[in-house]
């Protein structure tokens, strides 16, 4: 039980007068009804990001959100109550919209009803990580219980003005402060219930500051990143156009990690750490890790995060700006109140190291336990954001993170960055190098988490740096297989470039990069994926362009669509298109276009054009390209490949000068143009064969002439795509395909009538042509040949012919028959 001394009845008498004279200088503020506080809602939620809230009826139940942590843990979140009376986790809470109360007993604040409520859910289990009120639970049969008394005796949010004591009992807590529109029921602010873009429930309730004449609504939200760690987060907004409102932003809160949630308990005893960085604290159930069960940490990583903590003891002294006694000795410095321009002593326990205990506190080179009045050490902890002057209709954000987790469970809390490391003005632009860190760091309780993948798509206008260490496609997709334990972090890098892409795609002005972190708890099988973005702005360049290279297969459809890849095989026409168009407010003025084709690929002679016009090659000179107009380059290439390849390529500008006199070595398309090529069916065939062989002519006589050929016509080609020895041979059947000048043959008798010179090592090669094929080369040929010639082995000189004495004059003609066909080895 919570044990303190009765405070003096002269302390009680001088703060009833403290509260007299603040409540007699309270302005009086206009009648404020729910009409107006929707109206409000309407303009806030434009900054909270949440655009499916619905308003729930009056006087509404609470709802509960979870967050996995692992097996069948979670981190639950909440208005209000969220438990039974047997420490069941229930919701049903409907005093969350009541107006809120601020009350004092035994020096203890508290504050009732609307309260910020965070736990574990311990297999359906309430665990508490804050302290809760007297029979602060949900029981609809019970009269006597008090859900609106969940986490009574933290602050949670305050405004403090420079006419506000720093003080949770005077007016400090702004759930007090909320005007209370509806009499009838006794409602001061009113409950949305929305989900997020992961369709995670998201709570807030939305009501009148009357103090500083704000509207304000306080939103409960799961990390965008999947961990368990829930955002707390405090909207402000000053509704009168014509002026400006000045306060400062506070959050107090009393821990009480536990799985009891008795009342009659010991205070918690624990020390509170700071994580270092200046980034926040962490508190576990026990004194040492062996004696922790559960821990929780708070964090201002996070858009609109605090900027100052501190570590206390909960009361005695109960202002929220001072961390306690140290040898029964007020301690003042470190504080943390209310001010414009705080000194080194009023920072709190901001620039404290790493696992620094902030209940310890050194006077004279004497270490004392930080301690109340009364010897105790109740843990507890404040937040402050600097000093706000809020402009009529503006909106301000106020954000801090809590996670919370059970032995032996990772908190996984992922992050991405990413630094510019070509431009040194603080500008992001087309052609920069930008090198990202991925981090994952366990915040978890004696436990080990095993990264098992790591993903990273570039959005579009990003391109990876293909040497990056985890690069695949254009992002990265890694599986380190790596384990964590508590308080250890991973870290990745690799490296991307701006493109000419990016300007087009930009969401008010900035890129968004996300990556994914998968992994699980070591020994369990409760495998997750956390995500951590970062939004990059980029500039419009005055040179802002779309450079584009697509393709098609001509001959399966030559009236098809372009696209950015094609499937092709030998012998096939592929049609290229680029396109270039530029819409700043510079436009190319000089420059020159190229582009090599991989191999498997040969240009068709007479097809590149730069606008219908005619170019020899693919290395030609620009001029001068109109802005705002498409110019197109188009070319066509066959395919020559006989194996299953990939033919990529890109194309570029160079030397590129604008009218407003940039210069750039080099641009290029945005995508590479593919060629999926199809292997070439096992084939061997004659693409062509010569149409004749000419002898020439002679006079004869009554002797047998042998005469040379003087040409061979045409040519001999061949197809042989399988990997294997083959030969190439020739034949003449001088009885079903002969010589004849159309009545007589040439040659009647059995003796030889052809003879082909044979390439072979033989000295003496020359062979007769027969009905037997005679290779045409000794040792034949081996291995894959597309279109190959063999022109060189059946030219003039290759052939001789028998003349018989007193042949009859005439034109001879008759056949000779080619074949091809593998050998064995």
Do not use: C
């Amino acid at each position: 039980m919570r044990d303190y001394k009765t405070i003096p009845k002269l302390f009680l008498l001088f703060f009833t007068a403290l509260l007299m004279v603040l409540t007699f200088n309270t302005t009086t503020v206009k009648a404020i009804n729910q009409t107006d506080i929707e109206n409000a809602e309407k303009v806030m939620r434009k900054y909270d990001g949440i655009d499916n809230w619905q308003l729930q009826s009056s006087k509404p139940s609470n709802k509960i959100g979870k967050i996995p942590i692992g097996g069948n843990v979670s981190l639950g979140y909440t208005f209000g109550a969220a438990r039974d009376k047997n420490g069941n986790v229930t919701a049903g809470d409907n005093t969350i919209t009541l107006a809120s109360s601020a009350s004092s007993a035994n020096g203890v604040p508290t504050i009732t009803n609307s309260k910020i409520n965070v736990f574990i859910d311990n297999n359906g289990k309430y665990y508490g990580i804050l302290h809760q009120g007297d029979k602060s639970y949900i029981d609809k049969n019970d009269n006597t219980v008090h859900p609106e008394k969940a986490s009574d005796t933290s602050i949670d949010y305050a405004l403090l003005t420079g006419s506000a004591a720093n003080n949770a009992t005077s007016g400090m807590n702004l759930l007090n402060k909320l005007y209370k529109f509806d009499t009838s029921n006794g409602a001061s602010k009113l409950f949305y219930t929305g989900t997020d873009i992961h369709n995670k429930p998201v709570y807030k309730l939305v009501g009148y500051y009357s103090p500083s004449r704000v509207y304000i609504e306080i939103v409960l939200r799961p990390s965008i990143t999947g961990s368990p760690i829930v955002q707390r987060e405090l909207y402000v907004y000053n509704p009168d156009s014509s002026g400006k409102t000045q306060f400062q932003v506070f959050y107090g809160e009393d821990t009480g990690l536990s799985s009891s949630n008795d009342e009659q308990e010991e205070v918690d005893n624990v020390p509170i750490y700071s994580i270092g960085d200046g980034s926040g604290l962490y508190i576990k159930s026990g004194l040492t890790n062996n004696t922790s069960d559960s821990k929780l940490f708070v964090t201002n990583k996070v858009d609109g995060g605090f900027k100052d903590f501190m570590g206390r003891v909960l009361t005695n002294p109960v202002n929220w700006d001072t961390k306690g006694k140290a040898n029964n000795i007020e301690i003042t410095d470190p504080k943390l109140p209310w001010t414009s321009n705080p000194t080194a002593s009023e920072n709190g326990d901001t620039n404290t190291g790493k696992d620094v205990n902030l209940l310890k506190y050194t006077r004279n080179n004497i270490t004392y336990d930080v301690l109340d009045s009364n010897g105790k050490q109740d843990t507890a902890y404040v937040l402050r954001w600097p000093e706000t002057n809020l402009n009529g209709g503006t909106v301000e954000k106020y954000v801090s993170t809590i996670g919370a987790t059970v032995k032996p469970y990772a908190i996984p809390t992922v992050k991405k960055t990413y630094t510019n490391l070509t431009s040194k003005d603080g500008t992001n632009n087309v052609g920069d190098k930008l090198r990202f860190t991925l981090t994952v760091r366990n915040d978890g309780l004696g436990s080990n988490w095993i990264i098992s993948n790591i993903k990273d798509i570039m959005p579009i206008g990003l391109t990876i740096d293909p040497n990056s260490i985890f690069a695949s496609g254009n992002g990265i997709d890694y599986n380190p297989n790596t384990g964590i334990t508590d308080g250890e972090q991973a870290t990745y890098t690799f490296d991307a470039t701006i493109n000419n892409q990016a300007p087009y795609n930009l969401t008010n002005g900035k890129l968004t990069n996300t990556a994914s972190f998968t992994g699980y708890n070591n020994g369990f099988n409760d495998s997750r994926t956390y995500e951590a973005s970062v939004d990059i702005p980029v500039e419009t360049p005055t040179f802002k362009y779309r450079f584009t290279k697509q393709v098609r297969n001509n001959t399966n459809d030559p009236n098809g669509a372009f696209s950015s890849e094609t499937t092709a095989k030998q012998g096939d026409i592929i049609d290229y298109e680029l396109q270039f168009i530029s819409n700043g407010t510079s436009n190319v003025t000089g420059g020159n276009f190229k582009d090599d084709l991989p191999a498997g690929l040969e240009l068709v002679p007479g097809s590149v054009a730069l606008n219908g016009v005619k170019q020899n090659d693919l290395n030609f000179s620009l001029g001068t390209l109109s802005n705002t107009i498409t110019n197109k380059i188009t070319f066509q290439a066959k395919v020559t490949a006989i194996d299953q390849t990939t033919a990529s390529n890109t194309a570029y500008m160079t030397n590129i000068t604008t009218n407003t006199g940039q210069q750039y070595d080099s641009i290029q398309t945005e995508e590479p143009a593919i060629v999926n090529i199809e292997a070439a069916p096992q084939t061997t065939s004659f693409v062509e064969v010569p149409t004749s062989i000419d002898f020439g002519s002679v006079n004869m006589t009554d002797s047998e002439r042998i005469l040379p050929n003087v040409k061979t016509t045409g040519n001999l080609i061949i197809n042989h795509t399988a990997d294997t020895p083959f030969q190439v041979s020739v034949s003449y059947d001088n009885n079903n395909a002969p010589l004849t000048n159309g009545s007589d043959k040439l040659i009647n008798d059995n003796d030889d009538a052809m003879f082909f010179h044979q390439a072979s090592n033989e000295s003496n090669n020359w062979r007769t042509v027969s009905t037997s094929p005679v290779p045409i080369k000794s040792e034949g040929f081996s291995g894959q040949m597309l279109n190959q010639s063999l022109n060189d082995y059946i030219g003039a000189k290759k052939w001789k012919l028998r003349v018989p004495a007193n042949s009859k004059s005439g034109k001879y003609t008759g056949q000779v028959t080619w074949t091809i066909a593998d050998t064995i080895n």
